[in-house]
């Protein structure tokens, strides 16, 4: 008897640190989702169905019209994104590194505080509130997050992205502002690699991962798409899976994420 009461101590003992901080971000979510100013109380019962299942699996799969996952997933992400740096800035999360794996760089790096360039979403797009906040919103969380010296790695398809691109002279100014902005245009990135990862280490080293598999804001406003979103420990053997995929990826173009994520 005492011999396993011994060893749950020591069990409890190695992994609350982990759960700690984990139960800090999926409080710091939860504050937000009550506070968050959704457009509709349907709106905020969507987003908090993805959430919720997120949370319970650690793995959600999303098969909709593009515009339908944006207004739902993205503001989750943009949520989680914000939750996961303000946990930074609090020092719950000593190490945070961002790789954003899209066709072009990432989409709020080349907005300003406030405004869209015209050109980097179609009409369509335009015209949805929620959308373009999520944009900005976004926007604001990398900004604070680039501020604090947090890691940002753009990885992007270089045959796509054109110094002179709708938002380009944004991102341009960023990257010689922010040595902590790293630009690693790639001769080609498989559309099954596209979405962001974070990672993220706490006080006792133990990491967890926030990714997306995800397309990025097109002119395919009611096209189907199929989506996934991890979040929690790499113990977890599915969001270990998907860290493994996406790091295997990014070496094979000779970038090494796990040499900024010390």
């Keep these: 008897m005492l011999l396993r009461t011994f060893i749950l101590i020591s069990l409890v003992a190695l992994f609350a640190p982990s759960a700690k901080a984990e139960a800090a971000l999926t409080k710091e979510i939860n504050q937000t989702l009550k506070t968050y100013p959704f457009h509709s109380n349907k709106k905020r019962q969507d987003v908090l169905s993805i959430w919720q299942k997120l949370n319970s699996k650690k793995h959600v799969v999303l098969r909709n019209k593009e515009v339908d996952l944006r207004n739902k997933a993205v503001v989750l992400q943009s949520i989680i994104e914000a939750s996961i740096i303000k946990l930074h800035e609090k020092g719950v999360f000593t190490n945070v590194i961002v790789i954003v794996h899209n066709p072009t760089p990432p989409t709020p790096l080349k907005v300003t505080n406030d405004s869209i360039p015209v050109g980097i979403v179609s009409k369509e797009w335009n015209d949805n509130p929620i959308v373009k906040e999520t ?10 997050f680039l501020d604090a010296k947090g890691t940002i790695i753009a990885t992007y398809d270089r045959n796509l992205f054109k110094r002179k691109n709708a938002g380009a002279e944004n991102y341009n100014a960023l990257l010689k502002k922010y ?14 690699y596209h979405g962001v990862t974070y990672m993220m280490k706490d006080k006792q080293n133990n990491i967890s991962a926030f990714s997306m598999r995800s397309s990025q804001i097109s002119t395919s406003y009611n096209k189907v798409q199929e989506w996934e979103i991890w979040l929690g420990s790499i113990k977890d053997k599915t969001v270990s ?3 493994v995929t996406i790091d295997s990826f990014l ?3 000779d970038v090494d994420m796990y040499r900024y994520f010390n």
């Design 135 to 144: 944009i900005l919103n976004r926007h604001n969380t990398f900004m604070k």
């Design 179 to 192: 040595s902590n902005l790293l630009d690693k245009p790639l001769k080609n990135l498989p559309v099954q």
């Design 241 to 243: 899976k998907r860290i």
């Design 251 to 253: 070496k094979s173009v």
